[in-house]
């Protein structure tokens, strides 16, 4: 029975995150207000380049309506900045970082309008 404990201990040692020569991330800003109406917004900001920034008001479906940032430093060196509202109409993100949809072909307009005539007379297909 001991040695059974035993191997469970050091195999939970070994599990554990080895986090090596990196220092401790200091944190350079952490504000928070929260009004107590659903009303709140807070800062937070890191040395190793993570900032977040968020304010808040309630929403009318009873959701919290939220807008900010955040970044973080790239590989490379560069910053990623995210900007951001959230509210009834989901997360809207908008980033150079973030892909986007190709372009539709010039004759997809043509095509839609072909449908929108279509489906005014009347035509259904099945």
Do not use: W
């Not at 080895?18 to 928070?32: M, S, T, Y």
């Not at 190793?48 to 920034?53: D, L, R, S």
């Amino acid at each position: 029975m001991k040695l059974i404990l035993l191997a469970c201990l050091a195999a939970v040692a070994a599990a554990a995150p080895q986090l090596g020569d990196q220092p401790p991330v200091a944190i350079l800003r952490d504000e928070r207000v929260d009004n107590g109406d659903g009303n709140f917004n807070y800062a937070f900001e890191a040395d190793n380049g993570i900032a977040v920034e968020v304010a808040g008001v309630p929403g009318v479906e009873g959701q919290a309506n939220m807008q900010g940032s955040y970044r973080f430093t790239l590989s490379d060196g560069s910053i990623a900045e995210v900007t951001f509202i959230a509210d009834e109409n989901g997360f809207q993100p908008q980033s150079p970082l973030l892909p986007t949809p190709h372009p539709d072909p010039p004759h997809v307009a043509e095509l839609l309008r072909i449908a929108a005539e279509q489906r005014a007379a009347g035509i259904t297909f099945e």
